[in-house]
C-alpha cells in the first residue's frame, strides 16, 4: 500500500492516477483496514519518513513539504467523500491527529478546504462522539479567531442540513479579558435529551443559546430580563408568574407541587393522556374521547400552536428558529395584536 500512497505525489499525472484507482479499489475490500491506510496515507511520521524529513517546523515554511502534505489531505478527502465508511473509531484518530498537526498552518486554499472537510465528517461521527471531540480539537489548536468561527459556522449549517438543531455555537470571548477568548461551545444534549448546563459559557441562555451578554457583571441582571421578556423557548405562567420552559408549561400547571398558583386556579385542569395538554377537568372526557393524537417516545406536543414535537431538539428548533406561529414572543401577528391592545388601553 505504502508504494500506491506515494505515488500520489508523483510528478506525473497516469502514476497519480494509477495509484488512486488502485487504492480506491482495495479501500472497498473487506480486510482493508482505514486505520492503517490513512496512518500511511496522512501521519506526520509516514510523511516525513517519505521525505526523509527531520524538520519539525516543515510545514510552516518548506513550500514542498506543504504541497506533499495538501496533496494528502486532499486525497484524503476524496477516498472519505466516496467511501465514507472509511472514517471508524480507530481511523477517526488518525485524522484527528492529522488536523491537530495540519490546522494551524492550513493556509492555502486547498489544504484548509480538505482540513475542513475532515473536521466536518468526524463532527457528525456519532460512535466517537465526533462532537466533543471537534469543539476540543478546536479550542486548544485553532488561534484564529476568523477561523474558527467560519467553521463554526459551517458546522452549523451541517447541522441545518442533517435537521437536527444546532450543536455548537461561536463565542466572542472578552478582548478584555485573557482567559475569556473566542472558543466554539458544544450545546450536544446528554442521553437523557437534557442540555449540558456546564457547556454553556456566562452570557449564553440555556434554553434557546442566544448570547445575551458578553459583560460578566451583567449577567446576572440581563439574562433575567431576557427569560422575562424575550427567550423564544420560555413564557411566563399565568399563574404563578414565573419563568417556565414553553414545552413544559402542561407539566407545570397540571403537576403535583410545580405551579404554587395552583391553588387559585378557577378551574381544575388535567392532562389528556394521549396529547398531554391541560385541559378544564369536566371536558377532559370529551376531549380525550376526540382526541386523535397518539405520541411515541419522547414526542410532546407545543402547547401553543399544537405541533408535534420529536422531543428537546426539536423543540428547540421549533422555538429558537421562530417556527412557532403561535408564540406571542416571535410572533408578528401576536405582536402587532398585543400593540393594538395596548394602544387601545393608552387611548
Same mark, same amino acid.
Given at each position: ?81 466516496? =467511501?465514507?465508511? $472509511?472514517?471508524?473509531? !480507530?481511523?477517526?484518530? +488518525?485524522? &484527528? %491527529?492529522?488536523?491537530?498537526? @495540519?490546522? #494551524? ?39 484564529? =479567531?476568523?477561523? $474558527?468561527?467560519?467553521? !463554526?459556522?459551517?458546522? +452549523?449549517? &451541517? %447541522?441545518?442540513?442533517?435537521? @437536527?438543531? #444546532? ?181
Amino acid at each position: 500500500m505504502r508504494p500506491l500512497i506515494e505515488r500520489l505525489t508523483s510528478p506525473t499525472k497516469p502514476a497519480k492516477v494509477v495509484a488512486t484507482n488502485v487504492l480506491a479499489t482495495l479501500s472497498s475490500f473487506l480486510c482493508f483496514s482505514p486505520k492503517n491506510f490513512f496512518n500511511i496515507l496522512i501521519s506526520k511520521a509516514q510523511i516525513d519518513k517519505q521525505v526523509r524529513n527531520t524538520d519539525d517546523n516543515a510545514l510552516e515554511r518548506d513550500q514542498k513539504y506543504q504541497m506533499i502534505v495538501e496533496t494528502r489531505a486532499v486525497s484524503a478527502k476524496s477516498y472519505i467523500q466516496n =467511501a465514507p465508511w $472509511l472514517i471508524t473509531e !480507530t481511523s477517526a484518530k +488518525v485524522l &484527528l %491527529d492529522f488536523i491537530t498537526w @495540519v490546522l #494551524p498552518y492550513a493556509q492555502r486554499t486547498d489544504l484548509k478546504n480538505a482540513t475542513i472537510f475532515l473536521i466536518k465528517e468526524i463532527y457528525q461521527f456519532e460512535q466517537v462522539d465526533g462532537v466533543k471531540m471537534v469543539v476540543t480539537l478546536l479550542n486548544k489548536n485553532l488561534k484564529s =479567531a476568523t477561523l $474558527l468561527k467560519n467553521i !463554526t459556522q459551517e458546522l +452549523v449549517e &451541517l %447541522d441545518k442540513q442533517q435537521r @437536527v438543531p #444546532p450543536q455548537v455555537i461561536y463565542v466572542e470571548g472578552n478582548k478584555n479579558d485573557k482567559n475569556d477568548q473566542p472558543r466554539i461551545v458544544s450545546l450536544k444534549q446528554t442521553a437523557e435529551k437534557q442540555i449540558d448546563l456546564t457547556d454553556f459559557p456566562p452570557g449564553v441562555c440555556q434554553f434557546c443559546t442566544h448570547e445575551v451578554t458578553k459583560d460578566l457583571k451583567e449577567v446576572e441582571g440581563k439574562m433575567w430580563t431576557h427569560l422575562l421578556k424575550d427567550c423564544s423557548c420560555c413564557c411566563i405562567c399565568p399563574s404563578c408568574h414565573q419563568v417556565v420552559e414553553i414545552c413544559y408549561l402542561p407539566m407545570h400547571v397540571c403537576g403535583d407541587r410545580e405551579c404554587s398558583g395552583q391553588k387559585d386556579y378557577a378551574y381544575k385542569l388535567d392532562l389528556c393522556e394521549h396529547c398531554q395538554l391541560p385541559f378544564e377537568e369536566s371536558l377532559l372526557q370529551q376531549h380525550e374521547a376526540q382526541c386523535q393524537v397518539s405520541l411515541k417516545g419522547d414526542q410532546l406536543v407545543c402547547p401553543l400552536c399544537g405541533v408535534i414535537l420529536d422531543g428537546g431538539e426539536d423543540a428547540l428548533i421549533h422555538y429558537s428558529e421562530l417556527k412557532c406561529q403561535a408564540n406571542p414572543r416571535t410572533s408578528q401577528e401576536f405582536q402587532d395584536i398585543i400593540k393594538q391592545k395596548m394602544d387601545k388601553r393608552g387611548d
